[in-house]
C-alpha cells in the first residue's frame, strides 16, 4: 500500500513523501531513504529497491528533502545539515505510525543523501531512534566535511557501502570505512559508475541492498527475539 504523506521540517516547510507498506500483518520494520542532490522520492534507482523490500515484508519511507520534488523551499536552502533536519522529521513520523516496528528502524542514502545518513547516525544514532544499519550507496566521503571524517570510529550503526569500481568517489570511501569502528561492509562492483546506470550493475546493487536489510532488519532480529 502506497501512502503519500506531507509533514513539516524546523523551518516550517511542508515536505512530501510516499510511505510504502507490505500487504502482510504489521508491525513492519522501515527504511527511510535519504536522497542525493537533484534527485527525489521518485529516484528510478530508489524505487525499485522500495519495491523488493516491500515484497520482503519491510516498509519503506522515500522522501523529497527541502527544495526537491513536491517539497517546499528551495535547493539553495537545502545544505546537508537542512537534509539532516528532514531526516529527523522523517524518521520521527515513521516511527510514530502504528504500522511500524520503531525498535526496526534503518536509513539508505544514496550520493550526497550518504552524508546525511552518517550525520543523523553520529548524532541521532540512540537520542531519538535506535538506527539498526545502513546501506549507503555511492556515498560521498571525500573531504567536504572533514569533522565528520575525524570522528568517523563514534558511528556505531552497522553500514553497508556499495560503490563502483569507477566511481572516482571510492578511495574516500574506502578511507572513511576503514575509519569506523562499527560493523562495516564494502562492496565494490566492477566496472560500474557513480550512478549504476549499467543494469546488471544495478541489479547487483539492488541484491545487496534487499539481502543486507533482510538480514539486519528480519533475519538477525528474530534470532536476537528468540
Keep these: 500500500m502506497r501512502e503519500k504523506i506531507f509533514f513539516f521540517n524546523s523551518k516550517g516547510y511542508r515536505l512530501a513523501g510516499v510511505l510504502n507498506l507490505p500487504s502482510a ?10 536522497h542525493g542532490f537533484d534527485s527525489g522520492k ?20 522515500l522522501i523529497d528533502f527541502t527544495g526537491h520534488g513536491e517539497s517546499e523551499g528551495t535547493k539553495e536552502e537545502s545544505t546537508i545539515f537542512q537534509q539532516l533536519d528532514d531526516l ?28 546525511v545518513c552518517l550525520y543523523y547516525s553520529l ?23 572533514p569533522d565528520l571524517y575525524e570522528r568517523a570510529s563514534e558511528i556505531k550503526t552497522p553500514t553497508l ?11 574516500y570511501t574506502k578511507m572513511f570505512s576503514r575509519a569506523m569502528t562499527a ?33 539486519k532488519l528480519i533475519e538477525e532480529f528474530g534470532a536476537a527475539a528468540a
Design 88 to 115: 529527523r522529521h522523517a524518521v520521527f513520523l515513521a516511527k510514530g505510525r502504528k504500522e511500524i516496528d520503531n525498535r526496526r528502524i534503518a536509513l539508505h542514502g544514496s550520493s550526497s543523501g550518504c552524508l
Design 123 to 145: 548524532l541521532y544514532h540512540s537520542l531519538e531512534a535506535y538506527i539498526v544499519t545502513m546501506v549507503l550507496r555511492a556515498p560521498r566521503t571525500d573531504g567536504y566535511f
Design 25 to 34: 500483518n504489521p508491525p513492519f520494520p522501515i527504511v527511510v531513504f535519504s
Design 161 to 171: 557501502f556499495i560503490q563502483g569500481s569507477e566511481d572516482p568517489l571510492l578511495p
Design 42 to 61: 521518485d529516484s528510478p534507482r530508489s524505487i525499485p529497491i522500495s519495491n523488493e523490500l516491500v515484497n520482503h515484508g519491510i516498509a519503506t519511507f
Design 183 to 215: 560493523l562495516v561492509s564494502l562492496k565494490v562492483i566492477e566496472g560500474a559508475n557513480h550512478l549504476f546506470t549499467n543494469p546488471v550493475h544495478y541489479r547487483i546493487v539492488l541484491e545487496l541492498t534487499v539481502n543486507w536489510f533482510k538480514e
